[in-house]
C-alpha cells in the first residue's frame, strides 16, 4: 500500500505515482508504477513470480481533475511464471482499478453509469463527456441498471395501469386503393405503483389484454392478492385484463378522463350545432365562438359576469340552448365526481354519488335530441360501478400520467429509440430515479478503501 501525498491525492488503489506536469492545453501527466500485493501473482496458477520479462507503457484513461483532462503514463511489468507446471508462460500486472485487458478505470466507468442512470444524462453526452465510445458507456450503464431493475416489487396496494406510444406510428400508401395503410403502430403498457414510492413498476411491449396480463402472470400470485385496487382510464382491453388476472381487486376510472370526455362532448355538441346554425365552422365574431373557451371552465370558476355571459349568448336561438343542454349535462357528471373526498373535505357515501349520477342520466334522457350527451350518458353507465369506486376511494391515476411525461421526456432527449429493451430500461431509470434518491440518505455510502498514511497523534 502506498502512503506518499501524490499516491494518495490520486486515489488509484495499486498504482504508485512517481511524478506528475502539467501537459500541453492544460493535461495533467501523471506517471504511475505498480504497487499492489497481488500484481505479482500468475492469473492462472497464483505462483508469485520472481522475474520480470519486460516493461510496458500503458495509457490507461481516467477521470478529469477538474474540467482539465488527465493522461495516465502507467508503467506496467510483464512477468515471468516461476511454475513450470503453468501453461501461461508471461503476464502483465493488474490492478482492481484497471483489470486485465481493460483501457478505463473503474472509476470512469462507474462516473459514466452515475452520470446516466442518476443524473439521467444520455448515453451519448455521458460517453463524449467522458472521452469513451457509446456501447461503453450504455454497457456501464446496463450494468448498474440491470441488478436495480431486476428486484422484485414490493406488495403494491393501489396499482395504476396505462399506455404510451413508443415511436410514431408509421403508414404506408397502399398502391391499388389509394388509402394508407397502418404498418406499425407501437406501444408500451406500463404499470405504476399508486400507493407507495416505487414509481414505474415495470413496462410491457403491445397494449393488448394479454400483453397487460402477461405482465401480471409474471408476479408472484402473493404480490397480486395483495393488490387492492387497479386504476386505469376508461380502457376495456386492461379492465378485462384486470378482471381476469387480479378477479379480487377493485377497478377504479381516472376522474380527469371522465371530466374531459364531458368537456369534449360539449365542445362537439357546440361545433356541430354552430355548422348548423352557420353552415360553416366557428370564427371569431360568432357569438358561440367567443365563449368557447368559458365553457370548458368548471362552473365554480367562471365569475358572476362570465356566467351570464354564456347564459345571455346561449339564451337567443335553439342551437345555443342545445350547448346549454350539453354545458348542464358536462357539469350534472362533475355535481357527481365533486363528491370526493378531496373536493369536500369528508368521506361521501355511495348513494348521494349514484343519487348525482342518476340526476346526470335524467338531463340526458330529458334532452335525447342530442347524440353526444346519450353517448356520454351510455359511457358513463358503463363505466358507474368504476366512477363510483373512484369517487369513494379518491385514487387516480395521476402518478401514472406524471410518470408517463417522463418516459416521453426520455423519448426525447434520446431521439427516439430503436431498440425497445434499452427504451424500457431507460425509461423505468427515469420513472425510479426519485424512489432511489429518497431511499439514499438512509443508505450507509460504501466507503473506499484508499487511504494514506494514519496521522500521528503525538
Ligand atoms: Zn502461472
Known sequence: MFHDTASVLFGVEGLQITGAEAGPGGTLEVWAVTDHPAAGACPDCGTVAGRVHEQVL????????GLDPVQ??????????GNGQCGRKTFTEWVPQVPPRCRLTERLRERAAEEIAGRGVTPA?????????????????????????????????????????????????????????????????????????????????????????????????????????????MCSIYASAVRRMLPGAQLVVDLFHVVHLAVKMTGDVRRRT??????????SGDPEYGIKGLLVRNLEHLSPGQF??????LGKDPAGQEITAAWIGKEKLRDALNLRARVTGSAPCERDVRGRLFAFYDWCAQNDDIPELLSLARTVSRWENEIVAAVLTGITNSVSESLNRL??????????????????????????RGTRRRSRHVTIKKSRSVTGRQHDPG
Open 274 to 283: 354552430v355548422r348548423g346554425k352557420y353552415g360553416r365552422r366557428g370564427r
Open 58 to 65: 500503458t495509457r490507461p484513461r481516467d477521470v478529469a481533475r
Open 125 to 233: 453526452e455521458a460517453a463524449r463527456g467522458n472521452g469513451m465510445s457509446w456501447p461503453v458507456a450504455h454497457g456501464a450503464f446496463a450494468a448498474v441498471a440491470d441488478p436495480l431493475l431486476e428486484q422484485p416489487p414490493a406488495p403494491v396496494a393501489h396499482l395504476g395501469i396505462d399506455e404510451h406510444r413508443r415511436g410514431r406510428p408509421r403508414w404506408k400508401l397502399d398502391e391499388d386503393t389509394g388509402e394508407y395503410v397502418l404498418l406499425a403502430d407501437r406501444w408500451h403498457t406500463c404499470f405504476f405503483d399508486l400507493s407507495g414510492q416505487q414509481g414505474l413498476l415495470g413496462q410491457v411491449q403491445g397494449r393488448t389484454a394479454d400483453d397487460a396480463a402477461y405482465w401480471l402472470a409474471q408476479a408472484t400470485p402473493q404480490w397480486r392478492d395483495r393488490i387492492e385496487t387497479v386504476a386505469i382510464d
Open 407 to 432: 418516459a416521453k421526456l426520455e423519448g426525447r432527449l434520446a431521439y427516439g429509440f430503436r431498440n425497445p429493451v434499452n427504451q424500457r430500461r431507460r425509461v423505468r431509470i427515469a420513472c425510479t
Open 308 to 313: 351570464a355571459k354564456v347564459i345571455d349568448t
Open 72 to 81: 495516465v503514463w502507467w508503467v506496467k511489468r510483464r512477468w515471468k511464471c
